[in-house]
């Protein structure tokens, strides 16, 4: 339908138009946080209209992990490709971008600057408001990007190669702290776990798909935590693989990497659940690269279904970083704050704003 065609608006319609006039409705969103560039244009708080991830996994494999100087560099690389693709597969010309949103950390400094620095660049240069982003919390918008209408509060199981959190999502913008990791992150303990075994990088959809032929119950190996309290921990758990890999070398790799995955996703839903549980939370949600885990991800569900909570799968493309989820949080952001200034840098640090 055309303009032209269009009924003609109500005092309602208008006054809706209005108030959307306060807030940008059309956010390009950039994500440069670590080794994916990353670009998405999102209108109001979940409307994709295109996300493009330009990942450098094949860059870093050989190193067995993200190496800075190498993703700054590759960031630089394909920012610009990557927004023009993302503009135009949503079908629009720069004109129309009302907002641009950029994850300003927790990631790489270097990898940070090169998404921060593009968006206020084209923010002055559009003269449209720029967002900062943090990239914890665009991670909890990825949910209500593909189910728009979930019902707060819910628990957010946030694992990812950097991260792993509970968190009770009260509304949007007041998030409580459940528990989080005292040592290495979820996604870090697969990545180290494969790097020793020389199955690759990542190492988490490696264990993923090997653990699919392995017997899950072939060694009992340790549930760090998990009758105690809210926090994980992970670094254990991953030096009882090394040492049972030493010991007993000829074990088969499949039953390694399904017994180790067991011991994970066992820690992660006992946890998410007693914590819906008990914070009454309405949903249990999934975020971060960990939340692809095939296991992971079939018994979320089941506890959801035996607790009697609706739980939410991002679909694997959102559970792993993009700039949509930026994008996202850059509107929230943009109803809650407003524009940050252009003053505002990149933080390597930065933390979720909890209650
Ligand atoms: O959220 P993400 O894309 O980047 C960070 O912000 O860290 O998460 C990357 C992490 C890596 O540690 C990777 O091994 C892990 O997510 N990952 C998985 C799977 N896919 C990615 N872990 C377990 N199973 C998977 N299928
Ligand atoms: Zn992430």
Not at 52 to 58: A, I
Not at 60 to 78: C, K, T, W
Not at 159 to 180: C, D, K, N, P, W
Not at 219 to 233: Q, T
């Amino acid at each position: 339908m055309t303009a032209q065609d269009a009924p003609t608006e109500t005092t309602a319609t208008v006054s809706t138009l209005d108030s959307l006039q306060e807030t940008p409705a059309i956010i390009l969103g950039i994500e440069t946080s670590c080794d994916e560039t990353a670009a998405a244009v999102v209108s109001g708080p979940s409307d994709i209209l295109s996300s493009v991830v330009s990942s450098q996994v094949d860059l870093h494999a050989r190193y067995g992990g993200v190496v800075p100087e190498i993703a700054s560099r590759a960031h630089v690389e394909m920012l610009t490709p990557v927004v023009a693709q993302a503009v135009i597969e949503a079908g629009l010309g720069d004109h129309d971008v009302e907002a641009v949103a950029a994850t300003a950390g927790p990631g790489l400094i270097g990898a940070l600057l090169v998404g921060v620095s593009a968006a206020k660049s084209l923010a002055l240069a559009w003269d449209v408001p720029f967002v900062a982003v943090n990239h914890l919390e665009a991670h909890l918008y990825s949910s209500f990007l593909e189910e728009p209408d979930l019902e707060l509060p819910v628990v957010v199981l946030l694992v990812s190669g950097g991260h792993t959190l509970l968190v009770l999502m009260e509304a949007f913008g007041r998030y409580r702290l459940i528990g989080q990791t005292l040592d290495d992150a979820a996604g870090e303990a697969f990545d180290k776990v494969a790097r020793f075994m020389d199955l690759g990088y990542p190492g988490g959809p490696v264990i993923d798909r090997l653990a699919m032929t392995g017997d899950s119950e072939a060694v009992a190996f340790p549930r760090p935590m998990r009758n105690d309290g809210y926090d994980f921990s992970f670094s254990g758990l991953k030096t009882a693989v090394v040492n049972h890999v030493r010991a007993h070398p000829d074990d088969d790799v499949a039953d390694i990497a399904a017994s180790f995955q067991e011991a994970v996703v066992d820690v992660l839903v006992h946890k998410a659940r007693k914590a819906a549980e008990e914070f009454g939370a309405k949903g249990l949600c999934l975020a971060g690269g960990v939340a692809a885990n095939s296991s992971l991800r079939e018994r979320l569900l089941d506890a959801c279904v035996a607790a009697g909570i609706s739980g939410f799968l991002p679909s694997r493309s959102m559970c792993t970083d993009n700039a949509a989820m930026v994008a996202a949080a850059g509107w929230q952001r943009l109803q809650l704050d407003g524009p940050s200034s252009l003053e505002v840098g990149a933080d390597p640090n930065l933390p979720l704003p909890f209650i």
